[in-house]
């Protein structure tokens, strides 16, 4: 293996544990504290339970808890004035109930329906992240160098990051495009794009929740009022419903933390010494 590729791949590694692993640290010792736990171990096992109840991602449920305003620790519910929202419909998934997908079935079929629009076999899914901008959750057609280096992309850094900072689509000549360090364009050069087409996915209150992008292999392909139409009200669907699972399905698991924890439901707690561990009943998305 080339030198500079071990190197690559060794400092996007380094990142991704300094990112997740202090966050989910960070969350057992807020638990810890709120709830008076006994050790680390006992709030980690409450954060695997809720996440295994609700399917979602530990990392999503810690970085939730950390965000959010603490409880009344007299109240039984963490938000007891929330009312049920009913999940926006999803015509890109047709025969799938919208209140039972999970977010990786979602992204997923994000990125199935944008390929086939611009017939491409490149392309990715980032969702918004409170720690480090965007957060590759699914791809396809990369290879590991690519998926690698372009795990979490900052403000500015490349034609998603740009798209989610204007919240509108950006094309992209790879080879000229400006916003592109020389190490991540030839990273997207050897894949064989020369063209990108990144499109925020915005929820109903108008923020940004991610961004997916498709690459393409012919150079200056810019997109036809017919595909701009539908990778519009692809990106549309997406975001209304991400949003929606950061609202309730999120919320759900925190309230399930919550009781969890005033209860102190340790009893047959499963060890793990990493916090990333995946739940028993995972979501597919990364």
């Given amino acids: 293996m080339p030198e500079v590729i071990r190197l690559r791949r060794e400092t996007v590694d380094l990142r991704a544990r300094l990112r997740s692993h202090p966050l989910i640290a960070q969350a057992q010792g807020v638990l810890r504290e709120r709830y008076r736990l006994p050790d680390p171990q006992s709030a980690f096992t409450l954060l695997q339970r809720s996440s295994q109840t609700h399917n979602v991602k530990l990392r999503t449920l810690a970085a939730a808890l950390l965000r959010m305003d603490r409880p009344d620790p007299k109240s039984p519910l963490w938000f ?5 929202e ?3 419909a999803l015509p890109f998934l047709p025969g799938v109930r919208t209140g039972e997908v999970n977010r990786g079935t979602v992204v997923k079929g994000v990125l199935s329906q944008a390929l086939e629009v611009l017939g491409s076999d490149m392309g990715d899914v980032q969702l918004a992240d409170p720690v480090s901008g965007l957060r590759m959750v699914q791809h396809h057609g990369f290879g590991r160098e690519f998926v690698d ?3 979490h992309v900052g403000e500015g850094e490349t034609s998603c990051a740009t798209a989610a ?4 689509p ?3 000549d790879i080879a000229t495009d400006r916003v592109f360090s020389d190490t991540a364009r030839e990273v997207i050069l050897a894949t064989g794009s020369r063209t990108a087409h990144s499109i925020p996915m915005t929820g109903a209150s108008r923020r940004v929740v991610g961004v997916f992008s ?6 200056g392909r810019s997109l036809t009022n017919a595909e701009a139409g539908i990778l519009h009200q692809l990106a549309t669907r997406a975001g209304l419903w991400l949003e929606w699972h950061e609202r309730t399905v999120v919320l759900d698991a925190l309230e399930d933390l919550h009781q969890r924890a005033q209860g102190a439901d340790l009893e047959a707690a499963p060890r793990a010494s990493d916090p990333e561990t995946a739940p028993r009943r995972p979501d597919p998305g990364p």
């Fill in 80 to 84: 007891p004035e929330r009312a049920p």
């Fill in 86 to 88: 009913e999940a926006p």
């Fill in 149 to 151: 280096f372009f795990a």
């Fill in 165 to 168: 900072a204007r919240a509108r």
């Fill in 170 to 172: 950006v094309m992209s």
């Fill in 214 to 219: 498709v690459h393409i292999s012919q150079a």
